[in-house]
């Protein structure tokens, strides 16, 4: 399975293009830091999952893209009421006209499934591209450091470090192969095979976003956000545990 795309398309598509409901998390920030009439975007969007499910709790004008297109044919159909614009997309090249957004919606990863370094920037250069100013964007980022402390995860590390010391493979250590495709566990991580996702640690992801120039006015990880709350800085943050995904809000 050479990439990420490739493996959304096949192994992982029905997954992805099925998938219904908000987490409480994703539930929470969506309500709390957007406006229901906003032109609003989601990248990465698959089958529409969360597109849809702001629908139903009132958002107005949304827009989903997604670079695998038989995800927006399948998001289409979901979409009942024919008022959400899906299209092909790649968050890296977007067709889309700069500041055409109120508000842009990167959950889920998105930026983590890009393979190179420079293909993550340009999709945050991209992302502020099409947001107006003064606009919101939301972005989550798989977490490195909280990974690679938990008990389990720790050994895979250091057995995956092994493998590509002596395979000479220069991926470095935050490129993981996917330990789960379609919702099964992927055997084929054991041997250190790609799709690979991009684990981001919390100051890489903070600057990674200030240097696509966004303005970080919220920071938390699932753990500060499963208690619906935000710190408005990575000092305060820093002071607490960091569990789970990384997720930012930010202004153009
Ligand atoms: C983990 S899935 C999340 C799907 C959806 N956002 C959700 O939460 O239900 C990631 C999605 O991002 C899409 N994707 C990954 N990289 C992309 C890119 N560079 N441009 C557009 N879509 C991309 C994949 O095709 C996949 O549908």
């Known amino acids: 399975m050479p990439n990420n795309k490739e493996a959304y398309s096949t192994v992982d598509f029905d997954y992805w293009a099925y998938s219904q409901n908000l987490s409480q998390q994703e539930k929470f920030i969506l309500e709390t830091y957007l406006d229901k009439k906003g032109k609003t975007v989601e990248a990465g969007t ?3 999952r969360i597109v849809l499910e702001m629908q139903k709790i009132g958002f107005t004008s949304l827009y989903g893209f ?16 024919n008022s959400i614009s899906f299209t092909v997309g790649d968050a890296t090249a977007l ?3 700069d500041g055409f957004f109120d508000q842009i919606i990167y959950l889920q990863q998105i930026i983590c499934c890009i393979e190179d370094d420079l293909g993550r920037l340009t999709a945050l250069k991209e992302a502020y591209r099409i947001l107006r100013k003064g ?8 977490n490195f450091e909280h990974r690679s402390r938990k008990p389990l995860y720790l050994p895979y590390l250091i057995y995956l470090q092994t493998l590509r010391k002596i395979g000479n493979s220069q991926w ?7 330990l789960k495709l379609g919702g099964k566990l992927n055997l084929n991580s054991l041997v250190d095979q790609q799709p ?9 992801a903070y600057q990674s976003l200030k240097a696509a120039n966004f303005d970080i006015v919220g920071i938390s990880s699932d753990g500060q956000l499963s208690q619906e709350k935000m710190h408005l800085s990575l000092e305060t943050l820093r002071q607490e545990p960091i569990k789970g995904m990384l997720y930012f ?4």
Not at 66 to 81: G, L
Not at 196 to 204: A, D, S, T
Not at 249 to 252: A, E, G, S
């Open 95 to 97: 067709n889309y006209d």
């Open 249 to 252: 809000i930010c202004k153009k």
């Open 46 to 48: 698959a089958g529409g």
């Open 196 to 204: 690979y996702m991009y684990w981001y640690k919390l100051e890489e």
């Open 172 to 178: 470095s250590l935050q490129y993981v192969p996917r």
């Open 135 to 142: 606009g919101t964007a939301i972005f989550s980022f798989l």
């Open 66 to 81: 997604d670079y695998v297109p038989e995800f927006i044919e399948q998001a289409k159909q979901r979409d009942t009421t």
